[in-house]
T-cell receptor
Framework: QQQVKQSPQSLIVQKGGISIINCAYE??????FPWYQQFPGKGPALLIA?????SEKKEGRFTISFNKSAKQFSLHIMDSQPGDSATYFC??????????FGKGTLLTVNP | DAGITQSPRHKVTETGTPVTLRCHQT?????MYWYRQDPGHGLRLIHY???????DKGEVSDGYSVSRSKTEDFLLTLESATSSQTSVYFC???????????FGSGTRLTVV
């Protein structure tokens, strides 16, 4: 089973700060690296994703940085807001569009 | 969540009883997946389907079976529920053009 190792398990950031979550993957055969966001009592929702032909993708305050040689990718949340408090999952793609998820990072943004 | 519903939302059952969870989609997506979510383990794939009557095992398939007799419905059955199957179960769908999933709202299952 290909693994996706995510860190940290939990993260506390002050409002306006930068949140950084890291992910290391093993399966280099597939080319899709998404981040999902999950609020309590809800299912995860796709936040942002990157393909390895680019090193960075930005959508609003959310940025994915991708390092193919290190087999790592990270999520940066700029100007973090209390509404960003959620659990974040990275994932790596497999055959039949299966996703293997990291164990998640619980982000708390204090006001 | 738009286009995908799970039922029931909550269920308490006794050890040893069979349980069936239902996932229903209105998006006509080819791929459907069942995941379980547990503290410290994240989301783990149980079974998935890549078409009507086409299913395969995921990472944690022991004790579970699935069926997909039509595009819109994907059923997850716990043949004989155990306490270790207490979890939150999520269904997800994908149209297969990329890896973007739409998840349902989940079923919280408690086995006592």
């Amino acid at each position: 089973q290909q693994q996706v190792k995510q860190s940290p398990q939990s993260l506390i950031v002050q409002k306006g700060g930068i949140s950084i979550i890291n992910c290391a993957y093993e399966n280099t055969a597939f080319d899709y690296f998404p981040w999902y966001q999950q609020f309590p009592g809800k299912g995860p929702a796709l936040l942002i994703a990157i393909r390895p032909d680019v090193s960075e993708k930005k959508e609003g305050r959310f940025t994915i940085s991708f390092n193919k040689s290190a087999k790592q990718f990270s999520l940066h949340i700029m100007d973090s807001q209390p509404g960003d408090s959620a659990t974040y999952f990275c994932a790596n793609g497999g055959s039949n569009y299966k996703l293997t998820f990291g164990k998640g990072t619980l982000l708390t943004v204090n006001p | 969540d738009a286009g995908i519903t799970q039922s029931p939302r909550h269920k308490v059952t006794e050890t040893g009883t069979p349980v069936t969870l239902r996932c229903h989609q209105t998006e006509n997506h080819r791929y459907m997946y069942w995941y379980r979510q547990d503290p410290g383990h994240g989301l783990r794939l149980i079974h998935y389907s890549y078409g009507v009557k086409d299913t395969d095992k995921g990472e944690v398939s022991d004790g579970y079976s699935v069926s997909r007799s039509k595009t819109e419905d994907f059923l997850l059955t716990l043949e004989s529920a155990t306490s270790s199957q207490t979890s939150v179960y999520f269904c997800a769908i994908s149209e297969g053009t990329d890896y973007g999933y739409t998840f349902g709202s989940g079923t919280r299952l408690t086995v006592v």
